[in-house]
């Protein structure tokens, strides 16, 4: 890999690659409630793409 | 209605013996050892004896929730009942079953290796990717154990190497 890629930096690109890293391992050492509760709310998340409220024109 | 809500469902089923044991599986028991992720449905291994009691548990489950496709939402958390014994993977899962504490309720949860072993089985886009996601956290020994014991023609193995590209 070259210095520069693309206008973002060696040093950027592993501090941003870092980061992920410790927010993954800090997700997986949440407790099993915590995780169920983010799916739920993932899931509530879904739902709401699925079934969109639809708002009718009111007529005049 | 949310998912620790349909745990404490099924700890009571359990104590008026209407399950007689029960394990948490696919994507949902996955999340115990991975990160959270978003999957459609909560999978509930049950342990019955017959057809009938499979039925009276699954009939049951329906006076509290609707059925939908293959799952019954309860409350807001569509769940995938099935037997245990259709799988032996899930079968022995249960032997090897953790336990986890959700909200207040102590749940068994099927182990790492299992999990992965089970998404081989099935092999489904959606197991596939979860083969990556367990693979970080497997135990390799234990996992060597499983293909051993439960992957008798190496059809898991091979699909092992093939999606990961490591020797099982």
Request: aromatic content about 6%.
């Amino acid at each position: 890999m070259t210095e520069h890629s693309g206008g973002v930096t060696k040093r950027l690109l592993e501090r941003l690659l870092n980061a992920q890293r410790r927010s993954a391992e800090k997700e997986r050492k949440m407790s099993y409630a915590e995780k169920l509760r983010i799916l739920d709310s993932l899931m509530e998340q879904q739902r709401q793409v699925k079934m969109p409220i639809v708002r009718h024109k009111r007529e005049v | 209605m949310a998912i620790a809500d349909v745990l404490r469902i099924f700890q009571e089923l359990k104590r008026d013996r209407a399950v007689r044991d029960y394990i948490l599986f696919g994507s949902v028991a996955a999340m115990a050892h991975t990160r959270p992720f978003y999957t459609r449905d909560v999978d509930i291994g049950v342990v019955v004896a017959s057809d009938k009691e499979f039925l009276a548990l699954f009939n049951r489950l329906t006076t509290i929730g609707r059925v939908a496709g293959h799952a019954i939402v309860i409350g807001c958390t569509p769940v995938e009942l099935f037997p245990v014994d259709i799988s032996p993977i899930i079968q022995d899962a249960l032997g090897h079953a953790l336990r986890r504490r959700v909200a207040g309720v102590f749940v068994k949860v099927a182990p790492p290796e299992h999990l992965l072993l089970e998404a081989l089985r099935v092999y489904c886009s959606q197991d596939k990717a979860r083969v990556f996601l367990l693979d970080d956290v497997v135990d390799r020994q234990k996992l060597q154990d499983l293909f051993r014991r439960l992957d008798h023609d190496g059809t898991l193995r091979r699909r092992y190497e093939a999606l990961t590209g490591e020797t099982a």
